[in-house]
Structure formats: structure tokens, C-alpha cells
């Protein structure tokens, strides 16, 4: 699946039960995993495979593309772009669930 995000605009990925790659076709990307202190800046061509479970945050720092590749089967995956309406003020939408094989 591949995900355009606007510079400033963050998305979040929950894996559930299934591990993910994580690619960089266009821009750079600021990564935040969960139980993991460090924080990941991908650039165009990068990759990076998710070796836990749960929410994994994506902020574009420029205008990017993501491409999220599934390494599990069966998966439901649950995507959520935050939408920012001032600059004060923002909320989540689900952009799409998809309930079938990666």
C-alpha cells in the first residue's frame, strides 16, 4: 500500500499482530515505535521493518510517499492520518481498514 503524505502531516499504524516494512519512495519521514526510545528519520530509498507490535507514528518532514508492505498473511491494518485544521487545533481520521490479506 502507498500513502502520500503533505509536509507537516502525520499518519499512525497500528500492526496489531503483524510485522510491517516500512519504505521511503519519495521525501523524508520521521519514525516513532513503540517501546523503542529512539526516534528514526528515513530518507528517500529507505526501509525499516517493524520488529514489535502496536502504534508506529509517521510525520513527513517534506512532501513524501510511503510504502507499507505486510510480512504476515491474515492482517487487518488500520491506518490514521492526522488532520490538522488550525494550528491549534487537530484530530485523527481513519483514512481505511482493510480486512484482508496483506
Not at 21 to 31: A, H, K, T
Request: hydrophobic letters at 35%; glycine letters at 6%.
Amino acid at each position: 500500500m502507498e500513502y502520500s503524505l503533505d509536509k507537516g502531516k502525520a499518519m499512525s499504524l497500528s500492526t496489531g499482530h503483524a510485522k510491517y516494512s516500512l519504505r521511503v519512495s519519495e521525501g523524508i519521514v520521521w519514525l516513532t515505535c513503540p517501546d523503542d526510545s529512539r526516534d528514526y528519520f528515513l530518507e528517500k530509498g529507505e526501509s525499516f521493518d517493524t520488529r514489535t507490535y502496536g502504534k508506529f507514528v509517521l510525520e513527513a518532514m517534506i512532501n513524501s510517499t510511503i510504502i507499507i508492505d505486510c510480512k504476515n498473511a491474515d492482517t487487518v491494518i488500520q491506518v490514521i492520518v492526522q488532520v490538522n485544521l488550525e494550528p491549534s487545533w487537530s484530530f485523527p481520521v481513519t483514512m481505511g481498514r482493510i480486512n484482508r490479506p496483506c
